[in-house]
Nanobody, 126 residues
Framework: QVHFVESGGGSVQPGGSLRLACTTS????????IGWFRQAPGKEREGVSC????????YYTDSVKGRFTISRDSAKNTVYLQMNDLKPEDTAVYYC???????????????????WGQGTQVTVSS
């Protein structure tokens, strides 16, 4: 059974930083990409950032480029999202997910994910 443990969410002021972590276990087969996705109230879920299992190829939606950094420690089965210079529009539930692919088209991260975590809340407010 696939299992995700997400941590690191919380409340910060604009300009602050948070680091999300997602540790996975129970995969019966390899996945090709893992990443972070978010959903704000009343909005559709969107892709934030992904990393391929080569641990080199990364993808970001335009709104977080230069502020967020994704990384993966394959030995620990953990993927991280360092979020700096947070803005109120970053407020959302952030989900970790793994699956087949990520790509960026027109500045928007598109994805095909098969397994999803429970989510962690990130709130950016003064």
């Amino acid at each position: 059974q696939v299992h995700f443990v997400e941590s690191g969410g919380g409340s910060v002021q604009p300009g602050g930083s948070l680091r999300l972590a997602c540790t996975t276990s129970g995969f019966a087969s390899d996945y090709e990409a893992i990443g972070w996705f978010r959903q704000a109230p009343g909005k559709e879920r969107e892709g934030v950032s992904c990393i391929d299992t080569d641990d080199v190829t990364t993808y970001y939606t335009d709104s977080v480029k230069g502020r967020f950094t994704i990384s993966r420690d394959s030995a620990k089965n953990t993927v991280y999202l360092q979020m700096n210079d947070l803005k109120p529009e970053d407020t959302a539930v952030y989900y970790c997910a793994a699956g087949g692919y990520c790509t960026v088209v027109g500045g928007k991260l598109l994805y095909g994910m098969n397994y999803w975590g429970q989510g962690t809340q990130v709130t950016v407010s003064s």
